[in-house]
């Protein structure tokens, strides 16, 4: 290693930051770049993707996130993470539940911006969280209006499930990532109207019941379309 703090853990991170730099590369690469073995270079990765200073393309390559270029700009260069809070707030309020703002990762979908119920029992998902595409309202979201994609095939969700969700707007789970959990959630689109995240309120089954878009889908798809570019 060409420059040591004598922190052994950061100095490692620093190398896959370095080894990414260049552009996108698979985690393969990136154990050949940095010389460290695999699984050290996928647990730092998966690290420092859950700060967002790494991300995965569709993929499933590495690549530098946006939380550096927020850093070097001095704050949020994401209007759409600057719009969140606020949004998830006034979700999280109106439903009782507990907010969540998704994007996709690779295989992978990451929870960016959250708010969470302030007492009894929630869902609580954390951001930075990284979750599976293959189950749960959020990921139905993501994938729905895809034409194709690889992870169909494993996903816990038919296609008909998902024509569904396009038909009406917004999807709902009940069980399908976590026993006893159900949650509700709707696209939010770019300028070009393609899906750019999922929003979601998520919650224990014996409050949302299991038709949780019956309570919340309206609430759900009103944060979308705030959320959503003009």
Same mark, same amino acid.
């Given at each position: 290693? !060409?420059? #040591?703090? %004598?922190? %052994?853990?950061?100095?490692?991170?620093?190398?896959?930051? @370095? +080894?990414?730099?260049?552009?996108? *590369?698979?985690?393969?690469?990136?154990?050949? +770049?940095?010389? =460290? #073995?695999?699984?050290?270079?996928?647990?730092? +990765?998966?690290?420092? !993707?859950?700060?967002?200073?790494?991300?995965?393309?569709? !993929?499933? /390559?590495?690549?530098?996130?946006?939380?550096?270029?927020?850093? +070097?700009?001095? %704050?949020?260069? &994401?209007?759409?993470?600057?719009?969140?809070?606020?949004?998830?707030?006034?979700?999280? @309020?109106?439903?009782?539940?507990?907010?969540?703002?998704?994007?996709?990762? %690779? &295989?992978?979908?990451?929870?960016?911006?959250?708010? !969470?119920?302030?007492?009894?029992?929630?869902?609580?998902?954390?951001?930075?969280?990284? $979750?599976?595409?293959?189950?749960?309202?959020?990921?139905?979201? =993501?994938?729905?209006?895809?034409?194709?994609?690889?992870?169909? @095939?494993?996903?816990?969700? *038919?296609?008909?499930?998902?024509?569904?969700?396009?038909?009406?707007?917004?999807?709902? #789970?009940?069980?399908?990532?976590?026993?006893?959990?159900?949650?509700?959630?709707?696209?939010? /689109?770019?300028? @070009?109207?393609?899906?750019?995240?999922?929003?979601?309120?998520?919650?224990?089954?014996?409050?949302?019941?299991? #038709?949780?878009?019956? $309570?919340?889908? &309206?609430?759900?798809?009103?944060?979308?379309?705030?959320?959503?570019?003009?």
């Amino acid at each position: 290693m !060409e420059h #040591s703090s %004598g922190v %052994g853990v950061l100095d490692k991170a620093v190398l896959v930051l @370095d +080894a990414v730099q260049g552009g996108a *590369t698979s985690l393969a690469a990136l154990t050949e +770049a940095t010389g =460290l #073995s695999r699984a050290t270079t996928h647990r730092l +990765a998966v690290a420092l !993707e859950s700060h967002r200073l790494l991300a995965r393309d569709r !993929e499933g /390559r590495w690549r530098l996130g946006p939380r550096l270029g927020e850093l +070097a700009g001095g %704050g949020s260069s &994401d209007p759409l993470l600057d719009r969140a809070p606020a949004v998830l707030a006034r979700l999280r @309020d109106v439903t009782g539940e507990s907010a969540q703002l998704y994007r996709r990762s %690779g &295989d992978r979908r990451v929870c960016v911006a959250a708010a !969470e119920r302030g007492s009894g029992l929630c869902d609580t998902v954390p951001v930075g969280t990284s $979750l599976p595409m293959t189950a749960g309202s959020a990921a139905q979201v =993501l994938l729905a209006w895809r034409s194709a994609d690889p992870l169909l @095939d494993a996903a816990s969700f *038919t296609p008909r499930v998902l024509a569904d969700v396009r038909r009406r707007g917004w999807a709902a #789970s009940v069980a399908e990532r976590e026993q006893g959990v159900a949650s509700v959630s709707a696209p939010v /689109r770019g300028r @070009d109207g393609a899906v750019v995240a999922a929003v979601s309120v998520s919650g224990p089954l014996e409050r949302l019941t299991r #038709s949780p878009g019956r $309570l919340h889908a &309206d609430a759900v798809v009103a944060a979308a379309a705030e959320l959503s570019r003009p």
